[in-house]
């Protein structure tokens, strides 16, 4: 159980009243990354009925209840959405939290840890647009399909050095406590983006080597007339080479990655990076000569634009211009 320190109305933990977040620092990004203590603390003095549970519901899963008796080992409840009364299995009905655990940044300190807790508490968090949360040593992304200013560059040094309890859930955090454990323990460190297609994982993936090369980058010696551009600059432009190659729009994702990357950053002994390379796997090949075009699934990029080149000669792309060389253009054209 965490330690609790009274504050107002309301309980919160020690590692949101330690004082080390400063919400002005993050400017636009303070709303999307914790809500104000004011507002806190209203929701966490709500009410709780003595009896609150959770029990199945066809249409959200899971619904708030009241229980009313327990028999043979069956249990009357009166579901909150609909007002009606209810039989179900002991095992089928879950307790609810208090109040205080709303919005919980770290799952892992719920009272009672259930699916039904878990998934109440991510839906909360994501109609709020906190979209990051921790469960123990993960971190849960629920993507918003709209770009969030969770991202800007000074946000970075907000997350730079501090521990995990110090700062609201943040992917940075992860990818910086990885970073000074490998400094620290001088040993390798692994991070593994996983989940279902069009949940982030190749935004994510963007965002962690983009925190890399930033905070490695820092105090480094700036070259002067070199046209590539730093090491860190390269790193992190390989990416849009990678999906036009290698991405392609499907039924649930308009950038969908259609192969597996083993990304390898490597780092000097000051900390500074040094290199990187990528590895690939299980490529779809099938995508570029059996894949049928319609309005949801679509070759790969680069594939498609060809196609369209070769069909509209005067439709051209300007490959140096990231911004004409677009893959919506591309699908907007081939779907008229």
């Known amino acids: 159980m965490r330690d609790l320190v009274p504050i107002g109305k309301a309980n919160l933990s020690l590692s949101e009243t330690m004082g080390l977040y400063d919400p002005d ?109 921790y469960s123990g040593l993960f971190c849960v992304t629920v993507n918003p399909y709209k770009m969030l200013p969770v991202y800007e560059p000074h946000i970075v040094g907000c997350y730079q050095n501090k521990r995990k309890t110090e700062m609201p859930p943040h992917l940075w955090s992860v990818a910086d406590n990885a970073y000074n454990d490998m400094l620290r323990n001088r040993e390798n460190q692994s991070m593994l983006i996983t989940g279902e297609s069009g949940a982030g994982k190749t935004v994510n993936t963007k965002k962690v080597i983009a925190y890399f090369a930033t905070v490695a980058a820092l105090g480094g010696v700036e070259k002067k007339g070199d046209d590539k551009g730093s090491l860190e600059d390269q790193i992190v432009a390989a990416n849009p080479a990678m999906e036009a190659y290698g991405n392609a729009k499907t039924i649930r994702n308009d950038n969908s990655s259609r192969f597996g990357k083993f990304i390898r950053i490597h780092f000097g002994s000051n900390g500074k990076l ?19 075009i319609t309005n949801h699934e679509i070759i790969f990029h680069l594939n498609l634009n060809i196609s369209i080149i070769s069909t509209y000669p005067s439709f051209s792309f ?3 211009d990231a911004s004409i060389f677009s893959i919506r253009c591309a699908q907007d054209t081939n779907q008229k």
């Open 318 to 320: 300007l490959l140096s």
């Open 25 to 133: 620092a993050t400017g636009t990004a303070a709303r999307y990354l914790r809500l104000p203590a004011e507002e806190l603390i209203a929701i966490r003095s709500a009410k709780f009925e003595k009896g609150s549970v959770w029990v199945p519901y066809s249409e959200t899963a899971y619904c708030k209840a009241a229980k009313l008796e327990e028999k043979d080992g069956k249990i009357k409840v009166k579901r909150e959405p609909d007002g009606k009364e209810k039989e179900y299995k002991a095992d089928d009905v879950e307790p609810q939290n208090p109040p205080k655990f709303e919005l919980l940044e770290d799952m892992a300190n719920m009272s009672f840890l259930s699916e039904a807790a878990v998934v109440y508490n991510l839906g909360e968090r994501y109609r709020n647009f906190l979209i990051y949360t």
């Open 274 to 292: 040094s290199s990187g390379d990528i590895d690939t796997y299980l490529l779809e090949k099938s995508r570029v000569t059996f894949q049928v």
